[in-house]
């Protein structure tokens, strides 16, 4: 079994910084990929980036290229996303999740354990 838990959201100005953190606990060598979600009010999650645990290879949806970056710290079992030149649109509740194997990582049904979310509100 993995834990998650996400930290780091809040309020934030259109065009400010916020890094949002994951920790992992339990069985942590078993994580394949990381991901974080994001699900606005309303609508359905998607994912926003991922990264595969072994050697840090990373997925962006197109929306946030450039300005979110996904970075992981083995040893402390540390998950990071870096969101930069946030705007109004990427206000959402924010979920860290991670899978057991290789697989698309665009499907939240491919992972297999989630944390309960951060929510990340940007102002205009």
């Known amino acids: 079994q993995v834990q998650l838990v996400e930290s780091g959201g809040g309020l934030v100005q259109a065009g400010g910084s916020l890094r949002l953190s994951c920790a992992a606990s339990?069985?942590?060598?078993?994580?394949?990929?990381m991901g974080w979600f994001r699900q606005p009010p309303g609508k359905e999650r998607e994912l926003v980036a991922a990264?595969?645990?072994?050697?840090?290879?990373?997925y962006y949806v197109d929306s946030v290229k450039g300005r979110f970056t996904i970075s992981r710290d083995n040893a402390k079992n540390l998950v990071y996303l870096q969101m930069n030149s946030l705007k109004a649109e990427d206000t959402a509740v924010y979920y860290c999740?991670?899978?057991?194997?290789?697989?698309?990582?665009?499907?939240?049904?491919?992972?297999?354990?989630w944390g309960q979310g951060t929510q990340v509100t940007v102002s205009s």
């Open positions: 999740a991670t899978a057991l194997r290789l697989m698309i990582p665009t499907t939240p049904g491919n992972y297999n354990y």
């Open positions: 339990g069985r942590t060598g078993s994580r394949y990929v």
């Open positions: 990264t595969r645990m072994s050697d840090g290879t990373t």
